[in-house]
């Protein structure tokens, strides 16, 4: 059970956009439509801010968004602010019946 | 409010046992499937189990690093949910959160998470 492959790190100005992805295989990303987003600042637990693909939970900011092609997920964050700066992780259900995280993306707002 | 609060971390050496609780409260247990999820200090979340509504055997799930060592349950009446880990390595050394998962890999509601050291 490898990890999902995320970039390290990405980075951005405040205002502009940017999309993190999330690459998987067959029997996960590319097998359902179970692909959540999370994120987490430095010392809290993960927040859910995304979920199915494309589906955000109720009081996340509609400047999150998500989309999936093939075996590739990805979430965009648009209009950047200093407050998104933190890690985010992606995770998708498998043909296991078990849960696949990514390693993590550090976002920097500069 | 809705919560989720851990507890039963601590420090144990390797070969050792340790019992990991969850107590909910704000929600209709009964009717969630339930996850831990550890982070290993400084580095990703790893999905370690997960447990179906009923607590059923056939519900059960494991990450391949865990499975044979680490035993989840739950017990609806008491709103809670339990992490028997034996045979601890170094390499579980991590904070454990529970997470409700409203729906595949959807863990909306998280604990605090308690934090298990396995060293000699």
């Known amino acids: 059970q490898s990890a999902l492959a995320q970039p390290a790190s990405v980075s951005g100005s405040p205002g502009q956009s940017i999309t993190i992805s999330c690459t998987g295989t067959?029997?996960?990303?590319?097998?359902?439509?179970?692909v959540s987003w999370f994120q987490q600042h430095p010392g809290k637990a993960p927040k859910l801010i995304i979920y199915d693909v494309n589906h955000r939970p109720s009081g996340v900011s509609d400047r999150f968004s998500g989309s999936k092609s093939g075996n590739t997920a990805s979430l965009t964050i648009s209009g950047l602010q200093a407050e998104d700066e933190a890690d985010y992780y992606c995770s998708s259900y498998t043909s296991s019946r078990t849960v696949l995280f990514g390693g993590g993306t550090k976002l920097t707002v500069l | 409010q809705v919560q989720l609060v851990e507890s039963g971390g601590g420090l144990v050496k390797p070969g050792g046992s340790l019992r990991l609780s969850c107590a909910a409260s704000g929600f209709r247990f009964k009717d969630h499937y339930m996850s831990w999820i550890r982070q290993a200090p400084g580095k990703g979340l790893e999905w370690v189990s997960y447990i179906g509504s009923s607590g059923s055997r056939s519900t059960m799930y494991y990450a391949d690093s865990v499975k044979g060592r680490f035993t989840i349950s739950r017990d609806n009446a008491k709103e809670s949910l339990y992490l028997q880990m034996n045979s601890l390595r170094a390499e579980d050394t991590a904070l454990y959160y529970c997470a409700r998962e409203e729906q595949q890999g959807a863990f909306d509601i998280w604990g605090q998470g308690t934090m298990v050291t396995v060293s000699s």
């Open positions: 067959n029997n996960d990303i590319g097998a359902y439509n179970y």
